[in-house]
């Protein structure tokens, strides 16, 4: 299966958890308000941190909604994450449509090796498409990302990044509060490595 075949498969099953022979699949969505991610020099970075820097949640002013998907496997070296970061302004209700091509609302997402942290897999931020917000209350917010998202290695190894990443999915987040976030989640402290926002620690 292709790239874009395999994300069309995880979208549809993103509100699941997997589990099959040897191997689980575990996921969350929350979103924190007052906060910020997928922000202008993120990606100044070093090439070990490509994959988690722009998932990085901070406080500011806006909500950064995230997914986070985690498979384990019975070898440690399949275990591997998938990411997707956005971040929307302050005030938006459900109807609002914002275009990813002018900065407004912003989208991140990585994949790769949770055992290889930061060396194999891929990296982009969205340059085109739309983040619809579906629903809005104080304990749940739902929105459709639509992009197409330009995919990097880190290492700059061609075969790990063949295509584009074409993400069509609707998250339904939950609140969380900043200070709660772990290095997965997008809060990392200051002495963890690529390893802990590649892995859920717990």
């Known amino acids: 299966m292709d790239t874009v075949g395999s994300f069309r498969v995880w979208a549809i099953l993103a509100g699941l958890v997997i589990s099959g022979s040897g191997a689980a699949a575990e996921k969350t969505a929350f979103f924190v308000e ?4 997928v922000t202008d020099g993120c990606i100044d970075v070093g090439s070990r941190e490509l994959q988690f820097s722009c998932h990085r949640i901070e406080p500011g002013v806006g909500t950064v909604i995230a997914f986070r998907r985690y498979k384990r496997s019975w070898n440690i070296d399949g275990t591997s994450f998938r990411k997707l970061t956005v971040h929307l302004p302050q005030r938006f209700k459900p109807g609002d449509r914002f275009s990813l091509d002018d900065g407004v609302a912003r989208v991140f997402f990585s994949r790769g090796s949770s ?7 891929c990296y982009g931020r969205a340059e085109s498409g739309h983040v619809e917000v579906v629903s809005r209350t104080r304990k749940a917010i739902s929105i459709r990302v639509s992009a ?3 995919m990097k290695s880190p290492l700059r190894i061609p075969k790990d990044c ?3 990443e074409v993400v069509d999915m609707v998250i339904q987040a939950a609140p969380a509060q900043l200070d709660s976030l772990d290095a997965w989640e997008g809060r990392p ?8 926002e590649a892995n859920i620690m717990g």
């Open 34 to 37: 007052n906060a910020s991610s």
């Open 115 to 121: 055992a290889f942290a930061g060396k194999r897999g």
């Open 148 to 150: 197409s998202i330009p």
């Open 162 to 164: 063949t295509g584009p």
């Open 189 to 196: 402290d200051p002495g963890d490595s690529p390893f802990e």
